[in-house]
Nanobody, 122 residues
């Protein structure tokens, strides 16, 4: 599986961005998917996850109510809609294939995308 993340950029606090992660491979619809992020000098952390069907989602407390994860299995793409962005959301965002939509440890990920930079200015 290959993952290509895109959609990052520079945005002012309070603004919005939508990240996309396009996957290759025939079995995308059978994978749980997740988004993680890593700020400079910090560990990679869980942001959000979604089940293979899209029915179940799970969020880190820090983004709950502001971010929404979704997927389009026909397009083999998972999205992260980020609203009400804060400077502390600044990080490189990575998409990943997960063994379960409740798997939040970065070490659990099976495949990683290359990352996309999100910078939120105050």
């Amino acid at each position: 599986v290959q993952l290509q993340a895109s959609g990052g950029g520079l945005v002012q606090a309070g603004g919005s961005l939508r990240l996309s992660c396009a996957a290759s491979g025939r079995t995308f619809s059978s994978y749980a998917m997740g988004w993680f992020r890593q700020a400079p000098g910090k560990e990679r952390e869980f942001v959000a996850a979604i089940s293979w069907s899209g029915v179940s989602t799970y969020y880190a407390d820090s983004v709950k109510g502001r971010f929404t994860i979704s997927r389009d299995n026909a397009k083999k793409t998972v999205y992260l809609q980020m609203n009400s962005l804060k400077p502390e959301d600044t990080a490189v965002y990575y998409c990943a294939v997960l063994p379960s939509w409740r798997a939040t440890a970065p070490t659990a990920a099976d495949y990683w995308g290359q990352g996309t930079q999100v910078t939120v200015s105050s």
